[in-house]
């Protein structure tokens, strides 16, 4: 009968359930417990992870850790995972004192390291001075690179988008890669108040911008550099200075490196496209850069930005 056929088909799945019930295991496994003397010796979140290291200024670099328990002195002993080409000098333990909960490990860069390449390297901290249920981490995973650059003196910057008036940078030149050149940022609140960008202040600033000649006398740099002004002051909508080739754009005027009769450098002019992600932008903007002894205000018949 077709009702006993069901039947039967029935009570054969529930014995294989049961028969699979039996035979299951719970490798469920326990976290790891950690004793109530366990410091938790971790890095503080603050830490930049990219180091890049002048021999001219220092070969070392400072992380900031942090514990708990600080009532009593602490001697925490580090290990070192990834040490590239023996290039770093890393103390055997981190000290904290008596009642701090904060301590500083600095690391110092070998005379063999070396220069020009980027150096990995990994520090982390044993189980019984480190725990997995914090925020911050106890081992470190880093970048560090030894770069020379020479400073070339003082240049004039002015981008006729941002400025009124020209500002003054230090310009430098990269040793064993000479056909970069960097200055550190000239986008201030002073000039760019000065250029009347009230309510756009606050973006994104960077150190250092960066830029590249080839041999054509051609100029390119990595993808963007901030203005530090926001868009109509909204948070998270930064104006950029795009490289146009990253926003697959076509060149209108190309960024070119301009020099007198004798091949000496005058200054660097470039177009970059300034362009706010997800908005919209503004096309190609002249920006130009004289070289250090080039009155770059005089040529363009714009003042010198004279605040601080």
């Not at 326990?30 to 001219?56: G, H, K, W, Y």
């Not at 970069?180 to 756009?200: F, H, Q, V």
Request: negative net charge; contains cysteine.
């Amino acid at each position: 009968m077709k009702f006993n056929k069901i039947y039967i088909a029935a009570l054969f799945l529930m014995t294989a359930l049961f028969v699979a019930c039996d035979d299951y295991e719970d490798n469920v496994e326990q976290s790891p417990a950690i004793s109530v003397d366990n410091p938790a010796v971790r890095f503080a979140s603050e830490n930049a992870t990219v180091f890049e290291l002048d021999p001219a200024i220092s070969l070392e670099f400072t992380l900031t850790l942090m514990r708990d328990n600080e009532t009593a002195a602490l001697e925490a002993p580090v290990t070192v995972v990834t040490n590239t080409e023996n290039s770093f000098i890393v103390p055997e333990v981190v000290s904290f004192a008596a009642g701090d909960k904060m301590a500083t490990l600095t690391i110092r860069m070998a005379d063999s390291a070396p220069t020009g390449v980027d150096l990995p390297i990994e520090i982390a901290f044993g189980e019984n001075y480190a725990s997995p249920y914090k925020v911050e981490y106890s081992n470190f995973i880093g970048s560090v690179s030894v770069v020379k650059w020479n400073n070339l003196g003082t240049a004039q910057f002015y981008d006729s988008f941002s400025f009124y008036k020209v500002a003054e940078v230090t310009l430098e030149q990269r040793d064993d890669k000479p056909e970069m050149y960097r200055i550190n940022t000239p986008y201030s609140n002073g000039i760019l108040l000065d250029a009347e960008w009230d309510g756009w202040l606050g973006g994104t600033n960077q150190e250092k911008i960066t830029f590249i000649v080839d041999e054509q006398g051609g100029i390119t740099w990595n993808d963007f550099w901030y203005t530090s002004l926001l868009y109509q002051g909204n948070a998270g909508q930064d104006i950029k200075a795009y490289e146009p080739a990253a926003l697959e754009k076509d060149v209108v005027d190309p960024s070119v490196v301009v020099k007198n009769d004798a091949d000496a450098i005058l200054y660097f002019e470039l177009h970059p496209s300034i362009y706010i992600d997800g908005v919209g932008g503004y096309g190609e903007k002249a920006v130009y850069l004289g070289f250090p002894g080039f009155d770059l205000a005089g040529a363009l018949g714009v003042p010198v930005y004279g605040g601080m």
